[in-house]
């Protein structure tokens, strides 16, 4: 039982380069998530999916876009790389939703240079 | 002033003692209260949650809630090397949007 697979788990991105970030549940999960962790900042919610068919934008979503392509896959699409976007990002899901606790995956450290 | 607020620590207590933790929050609206445990390098892991006033306790962990006072804390009895990690506090005061979580605080088990 895999749970939350994330791929890359590291990626170097030059400053306006575009990268996807994949992220599978196998846990017949409803809701999903992206957040990112910078230091001393607590994870920020990205975007969510709360089912299949619907997203909606987080805390910090601009720069950002999102597919639920399934009731498995949830991916992150970084359209034009910055500096800022350098973080360790998290894709996470959860049975029914924020009431629940979530399942992280494993991450991915993004490097913007 | 940050919605969920947590002592980055670290917070070192010797082998076999009583780890306490604690996290405040903002929000008298909150209704679901969860500890993640996060070790170096790793993702954060669902350790405890609790809805209600009061005490829920698993195994040598015990989450306390005390909703008037807007705090919740965690207590690990004893502690064990392995227990070293960041613990991340995440408070649900309403949606999917509305899960905040601390910076977390740092715990070190000294042998």
């Known amino acids: 039982n895999a749970g939350v697979t994330q791929t890359p788990k590291f990626q170097v991105l030059k400053t306006g380069q575009s990268m996807t970030l994949q992220c599978a549940q196998d846990?017949?999960?409803?809701?999903m998530y992206w957040y990112r962790q910078d230091p001393g900042m607590g994870l920020r919610l990205i975007y969510y999916?709360?089912?299949?068919?619907?997203?909606d934008k987080g805390e910090v979503p601009n720069g950002y876009n999102v597919s639920r392509l399934n009731k498995r896959e949830f991916s992150l699409r970084l359209e034009s790389a910055a500096p800022s976007q350098t973080s360790v990002y998290f894709c996470?899901?959860?049975?029914?939703?924020?009431?629940?606790?979530?399942?992280f995956g494993s991450g991915t450290r993004l490097t913007v240079v | 002033q940050k919605e969920v607020e947590q002592n980055s620590g670290p917070l070192s207590v010797p082998e076999g003692a009583i780890a306490s933790l604690n996290c405040t929050y903002s929000?008298?609206?909150?209704?679901?209260f969860f500890w993640y445990r996060q070790y170096s390098g790793k993702s954060p892991e669902l350790i405890m949650f609790?809805?209600?006033?009061g005490d829920k306790e698993d195994g040598r962990f015990t989450a306390q809630l005390n909703k008037a006072s807007q705090y919740v804390s965690l207590l690990i009895r004893d502690s064990q090397p392995s227990d070293s990690a960041t613990y991340l506090c995440?408070?649900?005061?309403?949606?999917?949007?509305?899960?905040?979580f601390g910076i977390g605080t740092k715990l070190q088990v000294i042998p």
């Open positions: 929000d008298r609206g909150s209704q679901s």
């Open positions: 995440a408070v649900n005061s309403g949606g999917y949007q509305k899960v905040t």
């Open positions: 846990m017949n999960h409803n809701s």
């Open positions: 999916s709360a089912s299949e068919g619907t997203t």
């Open positions: 996470a899901s959860s049975e029914g939703g924020a009431n629940y606790g979530y399942t």
């Open positions: 609790i809805y209600s006033n």
